[in-house]
């Protein structure tokens, strides 16, 4: 019951319900004691209002702390991560924390909660926590409609999950206005959120990764899971990445990066030789190589000192790759938004995409070899 409150109340539902206290935090949010809980709950700074002080009436938190969080279990003590599943606790995992030692992550009644263990892994009253709601609204617009979403997002290079990212929705195919809900990703890189029914811009952002946008469609049923929304970590200088994404068919679409560089070696990066060396260094490597449709398939270039040609070959030969929704985003190292290359008609099994000279990326988007 308390997670549900924690989760499904806005501010003026606390201002009217129970005793509060709100000052301005240090990253333009603000911090709301609520002492007939009693916890901390935080707001950022798109839901607070002008004063900088409190929220808007209509914002709900976008995490808290629970000063007693066996008041989670109806004050239940001495439970261990094993008792858990019994209490309704779902997703549950172990992580190990810099700042807070052994963690138990789970998700119950509508929140992911993070909480330290003692030394006998166990959830004591005091202990550090953390509440984050699936679904937060921004100021104005409620944003919680009849449809339950679901999706994860995940690393480019790497294809694991990506946590603790901030997920924003806005209504619409636009990258800009309001934002009408957002979630953050659970250590699984998981998240839920309440959505209308309709088209969505939605735009992720994660310490360590280029902001990711992406476009989906809420049906009108009562459940519907998203695609994966995958993030470029960010590069150093002198690097670039290519990260390619098509829809089911054709289902084996290979990456291919053909160059020679300025040291005169010939390089070549695809399935059957994913990185390329010289001397200890990398030059190129293919990072995610998929064989089931969708992608991604991710490139780095760690030296661009070079002549390259990034290109796409159907695996299948089955000569429908135009019909494949294929885009190609290029990963600069100055963080912006990636350049993209969506495919072009009349194309075969091969698709030259780009070439990059030294670093500088120039869009070929042909069949031309």
């Not at 992406?214 to 519907?224: C, E, R, W």
């Not at 289902?251 to 200890?280: A, F, V």
Request: proline share 3%; charged share 20%.
């Amino acid at each position: 019951t308390l997670l549900h409150t924690i989760g499904t109340t806005d501010y003026d539902e606390y201002r009217h319900d129970y005793d509060v206290n709100s000052n301005s935090s240090a990253d333009g949010g603000c911090l709301v004691r609520v002492s007939g809980i009693p916890a901390d709950l935080y707001y950022d700074r798109k839901s607070t209002d002008s004063s900088g002080t409190k929220p808007v009436g209509t914002a709900y938190p976008l995490r808290a702390t629970i000063d007693n969080i066996t008041a989670v279990f109806n004050g239940k003590t001495n439970i261990t991560t094993a008792d858990l599943e019994a209490l309704g606790a779902e997703n549950i995992g172990i992580l190990e924390d810099d700042s807070h030692g052994r963690i138990v992550t789970f998700v119950c009644s509508g929140c992911t909660v993070k909480v330290a263990l003692d030394g006998n892994d166990r959830i004591v009253a005091g202990a550090w926590n953390e509440v984050i709601p699936f679904a937060t609204t921004e100021g104005g617009d409620e944003g919680t409609g009849s449809v339950t979403a679901d999706g994860k997002i995940k690393s480019a290079t790497t294809g694991g999950t990506v946590p603790n990212a901030e997920i924003h929705f806005r209504k619409g195919t636009q990258s800009y206005g309001d934002v009408v809900a957002t979630v953050n990703s659970d250590s699984f890189g998981a998240y839920v959120v309440h959505l209308d029914p309709g088209d969505y811009n939605v735009e992720v952002e994660c310490r360590g990764y280029t902001t990711e946008y992406a476009q989906i469609y809420v049906p009108g049923t009562d459940k519907t899971t998203m695609d994966d929304i995958y993030l470029s970590p960010l590069l150093a200088e002198g690097q670039i990445r290519i990260v390619l994404e098509w829809g089911a068919n054709p289902r084996d679409l290979d990456s291919h990066l053909n160059g020679r560089t300025d040291s005169g070696s010939n390089i070549h990066t695809y399935y059957s030789n994913q990185k390329e060396s010289r001397n200890g260094n990398t030059i190129a490597e293919l990072d995610l190589d998929d064989v089931d449709g969708y992608g991604p398939e991710t490139t780095t270039i760690y030296d661009t000192n070079g002549v390259y040609t990034f290109s796409v070959v159907d695996f299948t030969e089955s000569g429908t790759m135009s019909s494949s929704n294929a885009v190609v985003k290029i990963y600069l190292p100055d963080g912006s938004a990636p350049i993209e290359v969506h495919i072009c008609g009349g194309l075969g099994n091969y698709w030259n995409v780009c070439t990059i000279d030294h670093g500088k990326v120039t869009v070929n988007n042909n069949g031309n070899r």
